[in-house]
């Protein structure tokens, strides 16, 4: 249980480099999965992986909301093919206000997650690739995500892939210096995007 009198940190944005939108990542498939796209069967094994794992989507409501914001085609899952799982997932969703700091429209990469027992193989970064590959393929000039400043495994991840920390207020500059710093992660101010407001 959180203190409330514990200051609120600030949600962290990353966005994905405007040199790259038009190049996209090459798709690397372990052996033993399989890399699709939802499909209205898979509603309770994704509700069942989203829901349990990571307190996402509480609700069937929650979850058609949702899938009214994913692009068609735009929901990836991993699927282990002998047991028939889904064990990864990550989505490409349309957010035309672009969030408080000024994202011009454009899409945002949202509920990645990978089972506990299936981390560390690839998979994040597989469905990570193949939401951006999406918005790539329509046309999208802005890529963005949110994370948690306290989720130190999903920004390696983000940072892996080729996201780039997104400065939009004074502190940010320390706050993602501390935390790279503290990751081990090379620190390069000069490669990272600053709000223009």
Known sequence: MS???????????????????????????????????????DRAGYFRLVSQEEDWLKSPDELNNFLKLVL?????????????????????????????YHFPGGGELALVLVKPGYRRQGLGKLVCKAAINCFIEEGYTSIRLGVRPDNAGAIRLYLGV?????IYSPEMPDRWEALLAGMGWPVEPNQWSYTTS
Not at 76 to 85: H, R
Not at 162 to 166: D, T, Y
């Open 162 to 166: 080729g996201f780039q920390p997104f």
């Open 72 to 100: 068609p085609d735009g929901l990836f899952l991993v699927e282990e093919v002998a047991k028939g799982e889904i064990v990864a997932t990550a989505g490409a969703i349309h957010n035309p206000q672009g969030g408080s």
């Open 3 to 41: 203190n409330s009198n514990e200051p609120r940190l600030k949600t962290l944005y990353m966005v994905w480099p405007q040199a790259l939108l038009d190049a996209p990542l090459s798709l690397d498939v372990p052996d033993g999965y399989r890399l699709r796209v939802f499909r209205d069967s």
